[in-house]
Every structure is written in C-alpha cells, then in structure tokens.
C-alpha cells in the first residue's frame, strides 16, 4: 500500500489501475476533497459529476453507485463509505476567478491544485473540468440547496473507498477555501486540513 498526504490546501495527483483501489480520509474531518478523474489515455474524458446523478436519481453518491464519464463510460465504482454520506456532485471547484469575485487575488484554488498536481505527473488538463466533492456538506430540497450549515459535518477520520473500472488519472485537491461571510461554510472553521490517499 502507498500512501500520499495531500497537504492543507494543496492538491496531489495518482494514476490508478483498472480494479485498484483508493481510499481517502478527512483525519481532522471537515474538511472538502474535491475529487477529479481522467482516463488514462484521454485526458479529454473526465470523471462527470452531472453524468453520474443521471441514471443514479441521486444528489449525494451512495455506496453501490458508478462515477461515469462525460462521455458516459463508468470509471469509478464507490465501495465503501465511512462518512455517511456526506458529499456533494453539485458545487463547481473553486478557482482563482471565484476568489477573486470575493475579492481575494492569489487565493490558492481546487483547480489551480489540479493543475500543478497534473503537472507533477507530467499531464497537462485541457480544460478543468467539475469535481466530486467528498466530505462536503450540502442540503438539497425542492430544487433549493441551502445554505450550508455553520460548520462541515465531516467526523475526524470520515473516509471513502473507490475502485477503478478503467485505467485513470485522478488529483485530489483538499480545498483550500477559508473564507467567512458568503454562507459557504465548506471546510473546518480554524482553516483547511489534510486529505490522506492511501492506494492498494
Ligand atoms: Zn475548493
């Protein structure tokens, strides 16, 4: 087993083989993993969080579902979940023109993490494309998602296990986002924290 630990608000990138395993965990909890994945051999063929909800009807993944591609090929099934199902398909990652629509500039984001952590593996991204946010508090009701409550709900320790069913590249970002007052509480009030990748 490898592990890789993602530091606070960073972003690390891993390739994983058809029928491997990954496992990643919040330890501190509350903390978001924005989750993105690319066929190995076709970076223009993305993990699609829009795709997957489609024929699962369901907003927050469950155990048992299938991650499909936008070209709506299965590419991940999730095994296990030791966070209660807390994630979320819906909210784009944050990037460097969100943050500065808040007006921060030079705000570390989950795409400018994917980028770099691609480059480490020496892929570039062609166009960043929606993540998986695991260990992310939304609330969907009658077509409304509400404001997400005061803080994360993610327990020290929540984690999930996924499998591949293709050969993919994938980059875990643990967001960096760590501002107050939009009514986005997304990770822990004291400031990001660590994503631990453990591959088998
Ligand atoms: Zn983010």
Redesign the pocket.
Known sequence: MESITVPAGHGRAFTLSEGQRVRLTTPKGQQ?A?FFAFRDDDMTDWLSPLHTWMPTRALHPRVGDTFLSRLREPMIDFVEDGADGIHDLLIA??DPIRYAQFGVEDHR??IGNLVEAMQELGRDVPIPPPAVNFFTTTTVADGFMFETPAAPVAKPGAYVVLEARMNIVCAV?S???DLTGPGWN?NAPDGPTEILIELH
């Open positions: 978001s924005d990652p944050c984001s989950c970002s967001c960096p986002y997304i």
